[in-house]
């Protein structure tokens, strides 16, 4: 299996690098290829703007996929994009790790996801969900949190994390990845440094037989009609 990790912190020496070098070892150490996309290293351009054509086909008014659209088909994807778009390719898995940040990923990350899984290359042109460029690409979100595991649940003050991952795996689904259960180190700022000691040991030994995992189970797109609506078995 190759995997590419994208790696989103500005911190090597950060909570998140241990575990991407931890991930990195445990899963050469069983027999894999890993590629890397240190977004912060690299200094990826994170703003989606018009910058990202060089060769604008409307130069009046910006139509950001559009233009996305037709790089794509004209082969003149702006180099950065087109490198990691290359990277996803190649890869069978593809692991994100990342602190949350307000919710989400952080800003960088978030920028490589609106350029790098563009319109022509990852979906379109009816192109969506498991019919879309990433299919068969498994996908991994591994995050730590400040928050308390108790606290993203139904009755914690965050809310359920599954509220917090929904827009996120469903962008993922959305150009044919197919996530895996994420990892998540909780709390990794107060916890104790053995906690800290074991969340190194649990992303090594996930990481020892995730080429074995099933990802999450979503209804195929033919489970859906026009509408984009279940299909009821009863019709
Ligand atoms: C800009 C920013 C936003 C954050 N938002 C959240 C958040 O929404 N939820 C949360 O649990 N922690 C949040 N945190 C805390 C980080 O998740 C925490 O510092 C990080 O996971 C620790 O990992 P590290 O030691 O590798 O940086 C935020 C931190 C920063 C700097």
Request: glycine residues 8%.
């Amino acid at each position: 299996m190759h995997a590419l990790i994208v790696f989103a912190h500005p911190e090597p020496k950060s909570f998140n690098g241990a575990l991407k070098d931890a991930a990195i070892a445990a899963l050469e150490g069983a027999g894999h290829t890993v590629a890397l996309s240190d977004l912060y290293a690299m200094e990826f351009k994170a703003v989606a703007d018009g910058g990202d054509f060089p060769q604008r086909t409307d130069a009046a008014r910006l139509d950001y996929a559009g233009e996305q659209t037709a790089a794509h088909e004209g082969n003149s994807v702006a180099p950065d994009i087109a490198a990691e778009q290359a990277k996803l390719s190649a890869a069978d898995l593809v692991i994100f790790q990342f602190p949350l940040w307000w919710y989400s990923v952080p800003a960088m990350l978030k920028g490589w996801l609106e350029r790098v899984l563009s319109a022509g290359f990852a979906y379109g042109a009816g192109r969506l969900f498991d019919q879309a460029g990433l299919s068969g690409t498994r996908a991994l979100l591994s995050f730590t949190t400040n928050g308390q595991e108790s606290s993203y649940t139904e009755d914690g003050w965050h809310g359920p994390i599954s509220d917090t991952l929904t827009p996120l795996h469903q962008g993922l689904r959305f150009v044919g990845f197919e996530p895996l259960k994420p990892f998540i180190a909780w709390n990794v700022h107060r916890c104790a440094a053995e906690e800290r000691t074991a969340m190194i040991a649990a992303v090594t030994d996930r990481m020892a037989g995730i080429a074995q995992e099933t990802p999450i189970p979503y209804p195929p797109m033919a489970a859906y009609d026009r509408r984009g609506l279940l299909i009821d078995p009863g019709d």
